[in-house]
C-alpha cells in the first residue's frame, strides 16, 4: 500500500521525475496515476481538486509551476504570488505522494519552439482578450501530461474555457487520460477562490463581492422567464455598474461544449464573465 | 517469440489499435514498438525504413495514412498514388506485425481544431513554399505517436525539414520516443525514390534524373574551394537550367539543425533543393 501523511517527495526536475514515474508505474501497474496542475499559491479551490483526485485510490503528483507562456501580461506574471512554503504544507497535510516542480530552464530549453492551439475554442471569452495565453496553456499541459504521463488529471470549473480547451486537445491528440472537473470553490460571500484575490486593494476585495452575486441574480432572472441573452447581459452590466464594477472585460452566455454565444439562453448554458478590479483580472461562471 | 512472415495484421480504426497496443504492451514489456510512419505507395525508400527497424527486434507498425491536413495543394491530395494491395504485399514480405490503416473519419472527427506547430523550423525551405503543411505533418506524427505509443519511430533523411522538425517536436513536447534515420534511397542515376515519381511524364522523369546529379557537382565544386553559398547556389541554377529544370522552388545551403542559411559553406551543411516538373514537385538533399 501507498504511504499517505508526511510522505511528500520533491520531483525538481524533469528527467528524474520521468524516471521516477516510469519506476511508479512498472511497480505499481493497476494504480493510477493522477495529476493536479497548479501555479501554486494554493487555496481551497486546489485542495479541493486534490481532495477529488484522492477518491480515485491513486499516486497523486502535483505540479507547481507559473507558466510563463501563458502570460500576455507580463505584470501578472510579475505579481503572481508565489507561497511555496505554505503550499508544501498544505500538500503534506493532504497526504499528496509527489511535488512536481521545476525550473523554467528544465521546462523551455533555449530552443523550444512548439506550440499546441486548440484552434476554435480558444477564440472566445478569455481567449478573445488574453492573445496566446490559451495556446500556452495548451502547450504546457501538454508537456506535463507527456512528463507525468498520468492516467486522470484534474482541473477547475473556474477556468472554464480552460477545461474544454483541455478536454478537446485530449480528445484531439489521442490522449488516454480522464479529466476530472472539479467545482468552483467561493468564500462565504460567493466570491470565487483565486490565487489573485490576495492582490486586491481592500475596498476593491469588498466590490469583488458582487461579481458572484451578479451572476447569481441573472440566473434568478432566466428562472423568472427572461431568455434573451442580449437583455440578461444588459441586466448584469447595470448590476456590476451599481456596485462600482465598472471595466468589465466580458460578460458571456455560451454552449458549455462550443462556448459559442447562445442568443436564447437555455437551461445547461454557461453565463461567464472577466471584470478588472484595478490592475487584477477576476473571472467567474455559472451554469444555468 | 514473435511471428515473422505473413502475420500482418491490419488495425483498421484507431480505438482498435490502442487496445491491441495496450496489451501487446503489457504482454511484450522489453520489446520496443516501433513505428514507421508513411502515406502508402510504398517503393524501396520505405522498405529501407522498415528493414532498419527491424534491427531494434521490436513489434513493427507500419501506419498508412494520406494525411489530408499537410497538403496545402488539392490537386496533390487528389492525385497522390494508392496502391495498398501491393502495399500490404510489400509488408507481408518484410514480416511487418501490424499495419494501422484508419480513414480520415477516424482520425480527424468532426470537431477537430487542435494544431502543433513547431514555429521556428517550418519557416524555411519547403515551409515556406507549403505554407500549413509542416503544421498538419506535426500534427499527425504527435496523434500517430499518442495512439500507437511507439518507442522508437523511423523517418527517412529525404524529408529532412520533416525530420529536424519531429526531432524538435518530441523535445519540445517532452515525448519518450527514439528518433531513428533512413538513409536517401535512389535509384542508379542517383535519382531519390519518391511515391510522387510515378506521377512523371516520361521527359520528366529523364530530366529528374539531374536532380540528384546537379547536387553532387555542386559538393564536389565545394570540395575543390568554393565556399560562398550564393556562387554554388547560382552554379547549381545555371546545371539545372542546362538540364531543362526551370521551375526551382528553392535551393538552399543550410545548417542541418537550425536550417538556417549557411553563408559560408562548411562540411556538415545540407544543401536542399525542390523543383517542380509539370505539376510535380520534387524535393532531394545533400550532406556537404
Do not use: W
Not at 6 to 34: Q, R
Not at 132 to 143: D, M, Q, R
Amino acid at each position: 500500500m501507498l504511504k499517505r501523511k508526511n510522505s511528500l517527495k520533491i520531483l525538481d526536475k524533469t528527467s528524474k521525475a520521468k524516471i521516477i514515474i516510469k519506476k511508479l508505474k512498472k511497480e505499481n501497474k493497476n494504480i493510477p496515476i493522477i495529476l493536479v496542475p497548479t501555479m501554486g499559491a494554493l487555496h481551497q479551490g486546489h485542495l479541493s481538486l486534490i481532495k477529488k483526485a484522492e477518491k480515485y485510490n491513486g499516486i497523486i503528483i502535483v505540479s507547481i509551476f507559473v507558466n510563463p507562456i501563458q502570460f500576455n501580461d507580463k505584470n501578472d506574471l510579475k505579481n503572481y504570488p508565489n507561497t511555496l512554503r505554505a503550499d508544501i504544507e498544505k500538500l503534506k497535510e493532504l497526504g499528496v505522494d509527489y511535488l512536481f516542480l521545476p525550473t523554467v530552464k528544465d521546462i523551455f530549453n533555449s530552443s523550444f519552439q512548439t506550440t499546441v492551439s486548440v484552434n476554435e475554442l480558444q477564440k472566445f471569452l478569455c481567449g478573445k482578450h488574453r492573445p496566446g495565453h490559451f495556446n500556452g496553456v495548451s502547450t504546457i499541459v501538454l508537456k506535463l501530461f507527456n512528463i507525468i504521463n498520468p492516467d486522470i488529471a484534474v482541473f477547475g470549473r473556474k477556468d472554464f474555457q480552460q477545461l474544454a480547451i483541455i478536454k478537446r486537445m485530449v480528445i484531439d491528440l489521442n490522449l488516454d487520460i480522464k479529466i476530472l472537473e472539479g467545482e468552483i470553490i467561493r468564500e462565504e460571500s460567493g466570491l470565487a477562490l483565486s490565487s489573485r484575490n490576495k492582490l486586491l486593494t481592500k475596498k476593491n476585495y469588498e466590490i469583488a463581492q458582487n461579481i458572484y452575486q451578479g451572476l447569481m441574480f441573472i440566473r434568478s432572472e432566466f428562472k423568472k422567464g427572461k431568455k434573451s441573452s442580449v437583455q440578461l447581459k444588459r441586466l448584469l452590466v447595470t448590476f456590476y455598474q451599481s456596485k462600482g464594477i465598472r471595466n468589465i472585460e466580458y460578460i458571456n452566455i455560451v454552449d458549455r461544449n462550443s462556448l459559442i454565444d447562445s442568443k436564447t439562453v437555455r437551461t445547461g448554458n454557461i453565463i461567464a464573465v472577466a471584470i478588472k478590479l484595478g490592475k487584477i483580472r477576476l473571472i467567474d461562471n455559472l451554469k444555468f
